[in-house]
């Protein structure tokens, strides 16, 4: 072989390799959000000196952004953390729940940029809601100050199980506005992006698990308490759906043999009793609760609000410590609007979780994003799978090389603060 073709050959193989160690470091930024330089090369397997390259490559690019927390009062500064920039990509959210219709945008620093939240009718339809989807994008799309062209793609969070081969509502009747609904095609056309519609309790566990994973691996399960009960279950950065969608169906547990007809058909379901619409079911012509914020306000101060709560959540913890026995998830998220009842929902959950003899008691907590968590999991959903969704970090990294110049993580980057997912 000539001298000529010996060089066309290493160049190659180096080139290759560049890029597959630029891969492996934007992969762990996009799943991270922000991340030390320590924590790269502990997650990449790479050297220090390619961390540093690829990061120097990528902050040439202007696809870098860098900040400091503050120190803790010790010796020495802490250590400076990356992110991805904006101009790297950023994503769409959608949550439509039973009764809210909800938008956020944000980027691979798994920052929030802007986001709407929209009050609607119980019974609303597809129709309406689209139109204030496609409204609220434009409006959080504006506020955000970004360019269409950042868009890598977007998720929907919907109340329903969603089929695995299809995205479609896979039980016609969960939200019957929905069962039709086009909403995806009419995002992805309008923005030009690739859009993927999930379960909202599957979308809970995503955004828990990657924001706030396990000390020592293992599944985080999230409850969303709701207008309805579901459930959703993650390791890491993926879902747990089942063969067609239906897994995490929680609400439709028995709670009751021979009780309560439900409309899926069964009797004596869960979300009969523990769900927000139950309980609101049950109160109906009291006077003391017609919407979920004045269950959850006057469940203190009211007897008959009370009754039908603590009915409701013993319910709820039974059948949750069932799902525990069965699953053993190393934590149990509890989320949604129901969670503003505090301890009146989470003691008597963590009781009956306390109370059993296998091994260690289960971590229980309340979501950090409180009604937000489906929203910040659709979040999620697109910035952790670039095989899903366009990765422009990686395009524009391809478009030529640097060139050679002095570290720029030597002198302070400062970015806007914004209010955002936790990392």
Known sequence: MSDNAQRRTVHATSGALRAANRARVVQVLRRSGWATRSELTHHTGLSRATVSSVLGELAQRGLIAQRRQAGDGGKGRPPAQVALDTSAGTAIAVDIGVRHVAVAVGDLSHSVLAERWVDVPHDHTAASGTRIVLRSIEEAVEQAGIDADELVG??????????????????????????????????????????????????????????????????????????????????????????????????????????????????????????????????????????????????????????????????????????????????????????????????????????????PPTELSVSPFGERASLVGALTVVLTEPHRFADRSQAAALRSAPPPGPDPFRAPLTRPALRGVPS
């Open 154 to 359: 977007a998720a929907v969070s919907i109340a329903a199980p969603v089929a695995t081969d299809s995205g479609r509502l896979a039980v016609p009747g969960v939200l019957p506005g929905w069962n039709e609904s086009t909403l995806a095609d009419t995002v992805a056309t309008r923005w030009g992006i690739p859009v993927v519609t999930e379960n909202d309790a599957n979308l809970g566990a995503l955004g828990e698990a990657v924001a706030r994973p396990p000390a020592d691996g293992g599944d985080v399960l999230f409850v969303k308490v709701a207008s309805r009960i579901g459930l959703g279950s993650a390791r890491g950065t993926t879902i747990v759906r089942g063969r067609n969608g239906y897994a995490g169906e929680f609400g439709h547990v028995t709670a009751r043999p021979g009780g309560e007809p439900c409309w899926c058909g069964r009797r004596g379901c869960l979300e009969l009793y523990a769900g927000g619409d139950g309980m609101l079911r049950r109160l109906a012509g009291s006077g003391v609760a017609g919407s979920l914020a004045e269950l959850v306000g006057n469940a203190h101060s009211s007897p008959a609000v009370r009754r039908v709560v603590d009915v409701g959540v013993a319910e709820l913890a039974r059948a949750l410590t069932d799902v525990v026995v069965v699953l053993d998830p190393a934590r149990v998220v509890l989320g949604g609007e129901l969670t503003a009842l505090g301890d009146l929902l989470v003691d008597p959950i963590r009781r009956e979780l306390d109370a059993l003899p296998f091994g």
